[in-house]
């Protein structure tokens, strides 16, 4: 029963910065890995960058040195400060987490959890526009 809730989405111009948020409710304990996917139309969902639970992030290539996704856990909140940003990055901006209810041990490699495959818990989304 976890809930995501994203904001902080916008137009932008290329160059410039935007920081999207997303807030979670219900059992964030049993989350062990958080990231944002952003899809834009006729395309596949992509995985954008990834936070484990004790802070290790993950990005695509395309975004890294660019993007830096960190989390607040007093707040249960989840960040995307993207900078820099270019017409290419213009998605919907999904918040996701993988909830496991039993707890314990959960890992999985760097590359599956950029893969919204394993994911079962997700936000609304939140439009990112960059125009040129």
């Known amino acids: 029963q976890v809930q995501l809730t994203e904001s902080g989405g916008g137009s932008v111009q290329a160059g410039g910065s935007l920081r999207l948020s997303c807030a979670a409710s219900g059992p964030t304990y049993s989350t062990y890995y958080m990231g944002w996917f952003r899809q834009a139309p006729g395309k596949e969902r992509e995985g954008v960058a990834t936070i484990a639970g004790l802070g290790r992030t993950t990005y695509a290539d395309s975004v890294k040195g660019r993007f830096t996704i960190s989390k607040d856990n007093a707040k249960n909140t989840l960040y995307l400060q993207m900078n820099n940003l270019a017409p290419e990055d213009t998605a919907i901006y999904y918040c996701?987490?993988?909830?496991?209810?039993?707890?314990?041990?959960?890992?999985?490699?760097?590359?599956?959890?950029?893969?919204?495959?394993?994911?079962?818990?997700w936000g609304q989304g939140t439009q990112v526009t960059v125009s040129s």
């Open positions: 996701a987490s993988i909830y496991r209810a039993g707890g314990g041990y959960f890992s999985i490699s760097e590359n599956r959890r950029r893969d919204h495959r394993e994911y079962n818990s």
